[in-house]
């Protein structure tokens, strides 16, 4: 029988589960950062979220009635280890039993994400990633996952956006710990957890347990405005800064050597590449590539720069523009045609083509799912409902361009919008959102299907029903 296309939605724990102190669970860096800090700038917590922990039956049966046929989630790591390692704590294991049995019963596949930025505190006041014992730990969190959920869950992803995590904590500041422009730490916390990946995957292989294992990376394709040699070196440096640097160890099992190359050549410290993790690395390669996709690297040289970074995290009315900057390697360009959401952020759908094929370019024939991808607005309720016509429009045009791509022979599997309902947006709030059921955060987390939902639930009944004739 010719194998199911996926289609579904994506969440991650801390942003919709709330029950932030409930069942047994240990806190992450983010209840403290958005406990305790001033730079927590929209000054909300995900204490409640979209409180998935007590809606998960209505938003899985949500996900049914939507047809769609699979649910990214993932595992917050201090449900099962409170602290991050030690005793298994039980509640926690329940809890991820009834979704995961749930969503079975409804025949929605789980792809699940084992760590989506939420370390365990303890961790993270350790050096979290800095730190090489969190490694193992994570090994060892991951092992447990696989032994408890592995018999039913056949999709796994080790690590959420490892390379836009460690740029927002250790670039951009805008996460915890805060540092700036502190490149060490960036590229040894990508190492890290590079190596806990690949050793999560390592792991996984060994249980034999008939499933497949990625990692989730968010990147398009490289692409510039103009053309000439000063242009073609910072797509390639582009190239192995934003998708090459994650890809190339987690697919080939290898650091490319030039991205080395290059560190040295810019006075990055490189000590911590060790010989002996070589190993590691291509013992652990993936089975696929997690694609989420937002925008394209649209670059232009940066020879006399500055290095800065800039992310807006207050959306409409501020002047932030968002993007990033390293001098001697590229900086983020802007395309005056193209349509900006009201973060700044481009809007193109046919870019989701581009990063499709890209890739395929880059990894040829390597199974590639769209784990994110979606539209952010300020929707507002009118009597009731929300007529979020602009996303339907925009992720149109990203799913016909998805199709198009894999009609053209990329071995794309399976679709996840981002987000299965609204959630907390990292340090933006709530008041980004990106669901296609809205959550009334006033009103006890009341779901309201938008139209988006009955949009999408038509767009894979029309898919499916063109794929049954084809057969
Ligand atoms: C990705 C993250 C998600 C999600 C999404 C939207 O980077 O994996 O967790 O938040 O981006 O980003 P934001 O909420 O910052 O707009």
Redesign the pocket.
């Known amino acids: 029988m010719k194998e199911q296309f996926l289609w579904g939605s994506a969440t991650?724990a801390y942003?919709c589960e709330g029950a932030w102190n409930e069942g047994g669970r240990g806190l992450t860096q983010w209840d403290v950062f958005s406990h305790e800090s001033d730079r927590n700038l929209n000054h909300v917590t995900g204490d409640t979220a979209s409180d998935f922990y007590h809606h998960y039956e209505e938003d899985i049966r949500m996900l049914h009635e939507s047809n769609q046929n699979s649910y990214r989630f993932s595992i917050a790591w201090t449900r099962i280890f409170p602290n991050g390692y030690g005793e298994i704590n039980q509640e926690g294991v329940n809890f991820y039993n009834r979704i995961i049995d749930l969503c079975l019963q409804y025949h929605i596949e789980p792809n699940v994400t084992l760590h989506?930025?939420d370390l365990p505190i303890e961790l993270a006041e350790n050096g979290g990633w800095l730190n090489d014992k969190t490694i193992d730990y994570f090994v060892d969190y991951a092992r447990t996952c696989f032994e408890l959920f592995g018999d039913r869950v056949k999709l796994w992803v080790t690590i959420?956006?490892l390379s836009?995590y460690a740029h927002c904590c250790f670039l951009v500041g805008n996460y915890p710990p805060h540092h700036e422009l502190d490149f060490t730490s960036y590229s040894k916390v990508i190492y890290n957890g590079l190596l806990a990946s690949a050793k999560a995957v390592t792991a996984y292989r060994k249980l034999k347990q008939g499933g497949k294992i990625g990692i989730v990376h968010?990147c398009g394709s490289v692409e510039s405005l103009h053309d000439d040699s000063d242009y073609a070196q910072a797509r390639y440096n582009a190239e192995l800064y934003c998708i090459r640097c994650i890809l190339d160890p987690a697919v080939k099992g290898e650091i490319p050597q030039e991205l080395i190359v290059k560190m040295k050549d810019s006075g990055l410290d490189t000590s911590f590449i060790r010989e002996e993790d070589k190993k590691i690395l291509k013992e652990g390669i993936v089975d696929f590539i997690g694609l989420?996709f937002?925008l394209r690297e649209l670059v232009k040289p940066c020879m006399d720069g500055v290095t800065k970074m800039s992310m807006n995290n207050k959306g409409k009315g501020s002047d932030v523009m968002e993007g990033t900057s390293i001098h001697g390697w590229f900086a983020s360009d802007n395309d005056p045609w193209t349509e900006k959401n009201h973060?700044g952020r481009e809007v193109h759908p046919k870019s989701l083509y581009d990063a499709l094929t890209y890739l395929d370019r880059l990894y040829p024939q390597v199974p590639i799912y769209v784990t994110?991808n979606g539209h952010?607005l300020y929707d507002e309720l009118e009597k009731g409902e929300i007529h979020d016509i602009e996303r339907i429009r925009i992720v149109q045009g990203f799913l016909d361009w998805m199709l198009q791509a894999k009609k053209q022979g990329v071995n794309v599997k399976g679709y996840y919008m981002?987000?299965t309902m609204d959630l907390y947006?990292?340090v933006?709030g709530y008041k980004?959102r990106?669901g296609l059921v809205y959550i009334d955060f006033d009103d006890n987390c009341k779901r309201i299907a938008k139209d988006s939902f009955y949009w999408y639930k038509r767009y894979i009944e029309d898919y499916q029903r063109r794929e049954t004739a084809v057969i």
């Open positions: 991650a942003q989506h930025y959420n956006e836009f968010p989420n937002y973060w994110e952010a981002w987000s947006s990292w933006n980004k990106y």
